[in-house]
T-cell receptor
Framework: RKEVEQDPGPFNVPEGATVAFNCTYS??????FFWYRQDCRKEPKLLMS???SGNEDGRFTAQLNRASQYISLLIRDSKLSDSATYLC?????????????FGKGTRLSVIA | EPEVTQTPSHQVTQMGQEVILRCVPI?????FYWYRQILGQKVEFLVS????????KSEIFDDQFSVERPDGSNFTLKIRSTKLEDSAMYFC?????????????FGPGTRLTVL
């Protein structure tokens, strides 16, 4: 089983749509969870951290279900500028040097 | 806002040659990483570095790879004898403290092309 698994997409949605991405992870010892955004041939950039209680940042809402080892990202009112690849990322532990483990990403295209 | 910088942005080399990729992490950060991303694939961890030594390395990080922090600002990745399959984007990352919840900040990457 892959460490972090995502639907690769692409998701093609019209502007203003709501779109949801899901991710599962295999390592139950994972402590920290993130969504990163990656534009074509650019570096990953942190979109938001994901907490057990769920968290929201503007149009973006992230949820974590530790029991199911499942993470989600909801984007409301999609903008053209949201077109990118969304990377589900987990940290193997909670110590200082724990590397990040990336999913392969889900591609989103928002169409006018 | 402080950022991680990397040079060069693009490096083309012949198979068997040595390359050195350079990174300047954010100045008050203590933990440093190299990741790579082969075109069309996921970002993969190579190595982490703290207190002037390697903390962890992946299976990819074999004897052909080495890292160094030669002074207080630079963090380098050396590939001794490049192979075609080393062609990838190489990202440097850093984060400030000892908590796994801290954000890792990524540099813009170096695109390595091995011919």
């Amino acid at each position: 089983r892959k460490e972090v698994e995502q639907d690769p997409g692409p998701f093609n949605v019209p502007e203003g749509a709501t779109v949801a991405f899901n991710c599962t992870y295999s390592n139950s010892a994972s402590q920290s969870f993130f969504w990163y955004r990656q534009d074509c041939r650019k570096e990953p950039k942190l979109l938001m951290s994901v907490y057990s209680s769920g968290n929201e940042d503007g149009r973006f809402t992230a949820q974590l279900n530790r029991a199911s080892q499942y993470i989600s990202l909801l984007i409301r009112d999609s903008k053209l500028s949201d077109s990118a690849t969304y990377l589900c990322v987990v940290n193997r532990g909670n110590s200082g040097n724990t590397p990040l483990v990336f999913g392969k990403g889900t591609r989103l295209s928002v169409i006018a | 806002e402080p950022e991680v910088t990397q040079t060069p942005s693009h490096q083309v080399t012949q198979m068997g040659q040595e390359v050195i990729l350079r990174c300047v992490p954010i100045s008050n950060h203590l933990y440093f990483y190299w990741y790579r991303q082969i075109l069309g694939q996921k970002v993969e961890f190579l190595v982490s570095f703290y207190n002037n030594e390697i903390s962890e390395k992946s299976e990819i990080f074999d004897d052909q790879f080495s890292v160094e922090r030669p002074d207080g600002s630079n963090f380098t990745l050396k590939i001794r004898s490049t192979k075609l399959e080393d062609s990838a984007m190489y990202f440097c990352a850093s984060h400030p403290r000892g908590r796994g919840t801290d954000t890792q900040y990524f540099g813009p990457g170096t695109r390595l092309t091995v011919l």
